[in-house]
């Protein structure tokens, strides 16, 4: 069983940057992908990006491109995921999850089975 | 605006019956691309419910259950328990944004 464990809570100015890490524990780090998934107060769910450290090759969802790097260390069986020029909007609770693929004949897709505890991010002046 | 339309709440009775639906479009379910569903408890992180539109994780009692069909995919939850009252919420991929899509998201409240 796959445990992930965050970093603690980030109070950011704006245009600040802002790093959270995802320590995993069981199971083999290096072969499974890592995503960021982040939560606004009172709204949904939004994915951010995700790195598969075998690989470390990141991609991300369009609208953080430029602002967010993610990376792992698979020494330490660590993700990271930093935004950077923070705004008011970015506040929120981000989430590190575990993706699996799930594949059949005529379809691909991708979700996750285990979830860290969250870090909620404040940015404030 | 979520690319995976959910209604924002739901209601039932405990020992009811109650469906929750999730609406896509011809890039994601409606391409054929599977539907994962999520339970959140108040204060706590997501946690997997139905995966591949209808399987359940060990664990998770058969009184939930996913289906899909065309552009849309649902989750059943029968025998209602007040330990249901959460917000649940869809997952797919999108083709044309190429990235990981979600619902907005259902509050259940058991009554």
């Known amino acids: 069983q796959v445990q992930l464990v965050q970093s603690g809570a980030e109070v950011k100015k704006p245009g600040s940057s802002v790093k959270v890490s995802c320590k995993a524990s069981?199971?083999?780090?290096?072969?499974?992908?890592i995503s960021w998934v982040r939560q606004a107060p009172g709204q949904g769910l939004e994915w951010m990006g995700r790195?598969?450290?075998?690989?470390?090759?990141?991609n991300h969802a369009q609208q953080f491109q430029g602002r967010i790097t993610i990376t792992a260390d698979k020494a330490t069986s660590t993700a990271y995921m930093e935004l950077s020029s923070l705004r008011s909007e970015d506040t929120a609770v981000y989430y590190c999850?575990?993706?699996?693929?799930?594949?059949?004949?005529?379809?691909?897709?991708?979700?996750?089975?285990?979830w860290g505890q969250g870090t909620p991010v404040t940015v404030s002046s | 605006q979520s690319v995976l339309t959910q209604p924002p709440s739901v209601s039932g009775a405990p020992g009811q019956r109650v469906t929750i639906s999730c609406t896509g479009s011809?890039?994601?379910?409606?391409?054929?691309?599977?539907v994962h569903w999520y339970q959140q408890l108040p204060g706590t992180a997501p946690k997997l419910l139905i995966y591949g539109n209808s399987n359940r994780p060990s664990g998770v009692p058969d009184r939930f259950s996913g289906s899909k069909s065309g552009t849309s995919a649902s989750l059943a939850i029968s025998g209602l328990q007040a330990e249901d009252e959460a917000d649940y919420y869809c997952?797919?991929?999108?083709?044309?944004?190429?990235?990981?899509?979600f619902g907005g998201g259902t509050k259940l409240t058991v009554l």
């Open positions: 790195i598969i450290p075998i690989l470390g090759i990141p």
């Open positions: 999850a575990r993706e699996k693929v799930y594949s059949t004949s005529s379809s691909t897709t991708y979700y996750f089975d285990s």
């Open positions: 069981g199971g083999t780090f290096s072969s499974y992908t």
């Open positions: 011809s890039s994601n379910i409606g391409a054929g691309y599977d």
């Open positions: 997952q797919s991929y999108d083709s044309r944004l190429s990235a990981l899509v």
